[in-house]
């Protein structure tokens, strides 16, 4: 089994920046791609940005040039740096991370993030 722990979330006014970060551990062999998510009142959870193995990244058009995500694969660690924060990144943000055994995906708890303007 894998576990996801993220950390990072907090409240921050429109234009500061936040990091968050999700580390893997346990039953860890090969990990196929790191991602975040985010899921804000009343709509569908939505991909921020995905990184997989070898480097290759995609962000939501939203966040292009604002959001960078990084991999420690030392530390089986993802990171989201959060730059020129806006109200409308307010949201709950998922840390997702894909195995490449069978392609399973696991999920971690959320963070929530808050923009304030």
């Known amino acids: 089994q894998l576990q996801l722990a993220e950390s990072g979330g907090g409240l921050v006014q429109a234009g500061g920046s936040l990091r968050l970060s999700c580390a893997a551990s346990g039953r860890i062999f090969s990990l196929r791609a790191m991602g975040w998510y985010r899921q804000a009142p009343g709509k569908q959870r939505e991909l921020v940005a995905v990184i997989i193995s070898g480097g290759s990244t995609n962000y939501a058009d939203s966040v292009k040039g604002r959001f960078t995500i990084s991999w420690d694969n030392a530390k089986n660690t993802v990171y989201l740096q959060m730059n020129s924060l806006k109200p409308e990144d307010t949201a709950v943000y998922y840390c997702?991370?894909?195995?490449?055994?069978?392609?399973?995906?696991?999920w971690g708890q959320g963070t929530q993030v808050t923009v304030s303007s």
């Open positions: 997702n991370v894909v195995v490449t055994a069978g392609l399973t995906s696991y």
